[in-house]
């Protein structure tokens, strides 16, 4: 086993790899930019070296530099982690000539699955099931479009030399071809610095089931099942779950032979994944191999009790495979779910910011349980625009699905995450659809069932609105004084006192009135309606034990409250809110937004603009894209007008809500 290795990324998978390596007694040194000086991966590991500025082509994608911080701290291995250099058969063949173990497969290898073309025509040499396509060396955009109508549309363009969704449009006819051409090879080499793309057929109905393997350098091979991978979103994955539902043994052990054959095509040595497109009728196809370990690796584990990072640390080190084939088990059933910063009622839009709370279900962290929670930030942290918007993974596991589902959903219930947009809420609505809870999967469920992830109504105002009168009567009794006159406590010397609650939610004003009666009670009325009895038990600021309405219409909520700044973040069984406490003088001189103004979404950098100054634009066209956290998106015209003023030029750095083109009607 090797003394020290050194940690050639960032965030949860960096501290995750930390993990298993101190419980081993393997040292480790984090490398990090100027960004991540503050970062947990950098105080999880025992040594740590700067090696660059906060993009990532300044810092992790600079190998020479990570090389260099190996051989000065005396590492005799790099682990690549996932993204970054992990896929790259450059830095793979220049750790091996300066000396030092490359924790994954031989660069060949990487090179050989690395171009989705090339690896297409090995594994037909192979004898692994292909989708039809076209994956050939000639790019010419003429061909390419010819090719897309002999394979006959739906056809999905995808990045060669790609993967995480970069790269990719679904093309659904001949018209649309040449823009989603464009855009994907702009994003192939922003992401991967090759433009090429292959085309492929888009199989209806899709399912995405991957197999994970494992090689020694003994010339041993093994599979350890599959993972069901189909509810994704822009073609990135949002859960993941092992087995895969409605799994026969039979087709496992097919699935299974085809990705070890698939892997000893190329001498595959460590950890990696063969993914597979699957009709509803079972049938499989070859999509791509990705030469590392995954994100999702952790239900893996959660099924066979093996830790995998431990797997590639014994066999990089020379080591034979823990296990063989006939010796390894499933157990139970394993959920994951990726907690990232973006807004999914705006296209999954990336958010930044900090995570100024940030509170988890009871779990264990980088190792196997129940419950786990994988995370490289924690509450203080802040998710910025150079790396990708994950926050965390949390992991379920259950002797069956029901129990899994069922641990998953309380899980997001109790995650709490205020200061930054998520898609916490997103998901536990995703994991509660009726297609997830009865397995009825594949990569089209999130457009399936739009009506129930999108437009259902959130959490009911009457209990949103009570618990923020609840955060504040119990924010004001933890800051009273001694003196009487001065309390807020609505006590007056003869009758009933009244106080009003300015509240917003989702763009809506409502009057909240909080009457007292002189014998003590409350009652809450909303725009003028029913008044409600309403008591309030706070245990702290945080949290609160609501009665709403009496006899047998009462209702009893637990919630959390958490301000931030204007904002209350709240938190129930039955959903979220966040509501605007105003201040009526505060606000006095707000007004209308400019008309005519068209601002960024997020932070990010300007790739074009789709008018010029002079054109007439209408409602929803598109007018420019923006690059952020390594994806293009498309911002819409808000209304109809003339273009008069373009206020950015194409490659601009362009900071979260700054004007970027003047419209006029």
Excluded at 77 to 83: L, S
Excluded at 123 to 148: I, N, S, W
Excluded at 483 to 492: L, N
Aim: charged share 20%; net charge negative; with cysteine.
């Amino acid at each position: 086993m090797f003394r020290k290795i050194l940690i050639a990324n960032r965030g949860e998978i960096a501290c995750r790899v930390a993990a298993t390596a101190r419980r081993l007694g393997v040292r480790t040194v984090a490398v990090f930019s100027e960004a991540d000086a503050q970062a947990r991966h950098v105080q999880a590991c025992d040594e740590a070296v700067l090696i660059g500025g906060p993009a990532p082509k300044d810092s992790y994608l600079q190998w020479q530099r990570i090389i260099d911080a190996a051989k000065a701290t005396g590492a005799e291995a790099v682990h690549p982690g996932y993204g970054f250099l992990s896929e790259n058969e450059e830095f793979a063949q220049a750790c091996a000539a300066h000396g030092l173990v490359f924790i994954g497969p031989p660069a060949s290898a990487i090179q050989a699955m690395g171009l989705k073309a090339e690896s297409k025509r090995l594994m037909e040499a192979a004898g692994v099931p292909l989708v039809p396509g076209y994956h050939g060396a000639d790019q010419d955009p003429a061909l390419l479009k010819a090719e897309a109508v002999r394979i006959g549309f739906p056809v999905l363009i995808k990045a060669s030399a790609g993967g995480g969704g970069k790269g990719m449009r679904a093309v659904y006819s001949a018209d649309e071809f040449d823009a989603a051409l464009a855009s994907c090879k702009r994003e192939a080499i922003n992401s991967f610095g090759d433009d090429a793309v292959l085309i492929e057929r888009y199989v209806q109905r899709p399912r995405h089931i991957e197999i994970q393997v494992f090689g020694d350098s003994q010339g041993n091979c093994v599979y350890l099942f599959e993972r069901d991978c189909s509810v994704q979103r822009r073609h990135q994955k949002v859960l993941e779950e092992a087995p895969a539902p409605g799994m026969t043994a039979e087709r496992r052990a097919q699935m299974g032979g085809a990705a070890v054959a698939a892997a000893k095509a190329v001498g595959y040595v460590g950890a990696g994944t063969v993914e597979f497109i699957c009709e509803q009728d079972g049938r499989f196809y070859f999509m791509e191999m990705n030469t590392r370990l995954q994100v999702e690796h952790p239900v893996t584990e959660a099924i066979t009790g093996q830790d995998l990072v431990e797997w590639q640390l014994r066999v990089a080190s020379g080591e034979p495979l823990p296990l063989q084939q006939d010796e390894l088990r499933m157990h139970g059933h394993a959920i994951e779910a990726r907690i990232c910063a973006e807004n999914p009622e705006a296209g999954f839009l990336p958010a930044t910011g900090a995570l100024n709370v940030a509170r988890w279900p009871a779990h264990v962290a980088f190792e196997r349980g129940p419950v786990r929670i994988d995370a490289g930030v924690g509450e203080g942290d802040a998710i910025s625009p150079f790396y990708d918007s994950m926050v965390a993974k949390l992991i379920v596991w259950g002797e069956d699905r029901e129990q899994a589902l069922a641990r998953l959903d309380a899980s997001l219930r109790d995650t709490h995450i205020v200061g930054l947009q998520t898609n916490v809420a997103f998901l536990r609505r995703c994991a509660a659809t009726a297609s997830f809870a009865t397995a009825d999967l594949d990569t089209a469920l999130i457009e399936r069932e739009r009506a129930a992830l999108f437009e259902q109504p959130g959490l009911p105002l009457q209990i949103s609105a009570a618990a923020v009168v609840a955060h504040t009567l119990a924010a004001e009794a933890q800051s009273q004084d001694a003196d009487p006159w001065s309390r807020r406590d609505g006590w007056r010397l003869f009758g009933a006192s009244a106080r009003r609650f300015d509240l917003e939610v989702a763009g809506q004003r409502h009057a909240v009135l909080l009457s007292r009666h002189h014998q003590g009670g409350m009652q809450l009325s909303i725009d003028g309606g029913e008044a409600l009895a309403f008591a309030v038990n706070s245990s702290s600021l945080e949290q609160h034990e609501l009665l709403l309405g009496s006899g047998l219409a009462q209702q009893r909520v637990r919630v959390n409250s958490y301000a931030d700044g204007e904002t209350v973040a709240v938190f129930a069984p039955q959903g979220s809110a966040y509501l605007t406490e105003i201040d009526a003088l505060a606000h006095a001189g707000d007004g209308a937004a400019e008309a005519g103004r068209l601002t960024a979404p997020m932070p990010g950098k300007l790739v074009s603009f789709l008018a010029a100054v002079g054109d007439k634009v209408s409602k929803g066209q598109p007018l420019a894209v923006m690059e952020a956290m390594k994806m293009e998106h498309t911002i819409n015209a808000p209304k109809d007008g003339v273009v008069a003023e373009l206020l950015f030029a194409v490659g601009d750095q362009i900071g979260d809500g700054a004007e970027l083109l003047r419209l006029e009607a």
